[in-house]
Structures are given as C-alpha cells and as structure tokens.
Nanobody
C-alpha cells in the first residue's frame, strides 16, 4: 500500500509561482509512474502532468504546457510540480497519483491517490 502526501499548496496572485511536492511511502517509489491531477469547484478531476518512473519522459495537459513542469527525485520518493505564470483558472485541489509501470498511460486507472492540496490563484 502506497501513501501519497501532497504539500506546497496555497494562495498566490496571477502570474505567481508555486511548487507542489508529493512524497510517497509504503512502496517502491521508482516502480511507479507519477502524475498530477486537479479538480476545480464544480468540475471533474482532470489530468495535469505525468512523469515516467525513471524521470526521463514527461507529458503535460495542453492547458499547462509551457507553465508547469513535473519532475521527480527517486532518492527522496518525491514528485514535484513547478507551477509558473499561474492563472485564476488554475485554482483547484491538486492531487498526486501513482500508476504502476514505466510510463504513464492515460487510458489506465490510477493505483493510488493522495488527498490533495488546494491552490488558489487570485486576479
């Protein structure tokens, strides 16, 4: 059983930056591709970014390309989401996710979810 704990959320003004962290425990972190999702009020949860278990391959949603960067440190069992040029529409609860395997497969399910961290971007 893998536990995922997110941190780093908060309030920021438009154009600002935040870095989210997600630390895993209870499993072999390097066996999992990792992803970030978000859910805005009244909307469905959506994919944001993912990274392969080796860290060599990443993929981003079109809405965050050029602004968000996902990375991981397998020695620290942690995945990061650097968010720059934040917009009010980025306001959401951000969730960390783990999927067993080498590369994130968007049509496969998530094996483990974190509980989320709230990001609020004000105009």
């Amino acid at each position: 059983q893998v536990q995922l704990v997110e941190s780093g959320g908060g309030s920021v003004q438009t154009g600002g930056s935040l870095r989210l962290s997600c630390t895993a425990s209870g499993g072999t972190f390097s066996m999992y591709a990792m992803g970030w999702f978000r859910q805005a009020p009244g909307k469905e949860r959506e994919f944001v970014a993912a990274i392969s278990r080796s860290g060599t391959t990443t993929t981003n949603a079109d809405s965050v390309k050029g602004r968000f960067t996902i990375s991981r440190d397998n020695a620290k069992n942690t995945v990061y989401l650097q968010m720059d040029s934040l917009k009010p529409e980025d306001t959401a609860v951000y969730y960390c996710a783990a999927q067993k395997g080498g590369f994130w497969r968007r049509n496969y399910g998530v094996d483990y979810w974190g509980k989320g961290t709230l990001v609020t971007v004000s105009s």
